[in-house]
């Protein structure tokens, strides 16, 4: 398709040099044929006056004799300034006049009558003026300009009004994609075959809709394993309840507290879920509520550590806290929102550690640093671009499936963005990885 308005572009410009051509050529034919049908009827006045002054002439004294000498003497008062030649012949083809620069032709000479009879012959023929022709030439390349300026400055026009449609197009498929300028250069380098040059505004947008069109495909493939992966995660807990439920009534008696408990454990994880795909959408949409306040992220940071302390244990790993600066660190921030944050990443680096898991926390005055270290096997590099992205869970083939919709990383994304920070990773295959979290001390 931008193909296809490269090449109505182009032909446009063709078509304005053409039309200018066009104009150029019929004013110079309408010109010319003009000038010819004016040189005619002013050949066929001039030869009539002519030919009446030799018959009188004739008339007045008899014979020709004398008429040149008073042609000449007369010259001044000759039609047009005797732009023109004269040639008089008398019966016998004896030239008896013949004034002007050049000579008449005998053809189409016109016979000469008094009284009746044919006295003699006169030929007329104009001096040959180029300017003639060359006025219309010149009238007409002026023209000519002159169309092709304005054409061209409708056509400039024109493009100027087709390179901001296609500026807005941009925009709208770059706001369509939800990338960033770094992002997009990322896949430009990553797929050098469709680099777009700078200042070419279609192939800009070509790109765009390209990248756009990818994006979609993209979110039909999220949305297909959303709803499986949803109906998966559903289909567990709402059977397990159903199943114990029924029991119950099929035994008609109440239910054991063990069963209570499972029912009450199923609940909970169910009510995660729906606090998870509501915390997310909120946050994707700008509207999630942030109580902040100053409080302790050095309070914070122990009491977790103590509340993975005993499941740390238990897989045999090392947790330990790093405080990069001996005084305590105050952050204005909603607690519960930036607790949760860290409890997701601290809780998968201890799935995924081998044997010890780093929680560093400094500030530089301004931002605060808050950093999770695992050695587990680490990110895939592929699979880095993509690891903040809602539903996405990666192929996690060492794990097994686990129980969850893979939303921990890309709710922690949200959550450091709602408080004007940003959340990063580093990690190389079987080095373990690393999750940085930068927040302003604080924002508004």
Known sequence: MIAKWKERLSKEWVGMAGISLAVCLLFIGSSIFI??????????????????????????????????????????????????????????????????????????RTPVVSNGKIVGYTAVSSQGNNSVYAFPIVSAILIGIIVYLLLFGYGSSRKSHWNRTVGRLTLQAQALTAQSAQQTQRNRRSHAATQVPDGEPLAELEWQLSVAHGYVRKLETVRRSMVADIAHELRTPIAVMRSQLENGLNAGEPLSLERIGALHDETLYLSKLVRDMQDLALAEAGKLPLDKRWFSLTDMSNAIIGVFAMEAEERGLQLKLELETGKEIAVYADPVRLRQLIVNLLGNAIRHARSCVFLRVGTDGSHIACSIQDDGLGIEEEQLPRLFERFYRGDAIHEGRSRGLGLGLAIAKQYAEAHGGEIAVTSNWGEGATFTVTLPVMAD
């Open 35 to 108: 000038q010819q049908q004016s040189a005619i009827a002013e050949h066929e006045r001039l030869a009539l006056y002519w030919n009446r002054y030799a018959s009188n002439y004739y008339v007045t004294f008899g014979d020709w004799k004398g008429i040149g000498e008073q042609l000449r003497s007369e010259a001044a008062a000759y039609p047009d300034g005797m732009a023109h030649s004269i040639v008089i012949w008398d019966t016998g083809n004896e030239r008896v006049a013949n004034i002007g620069d050049s000579e008449a032709s005998a053809d189409g």
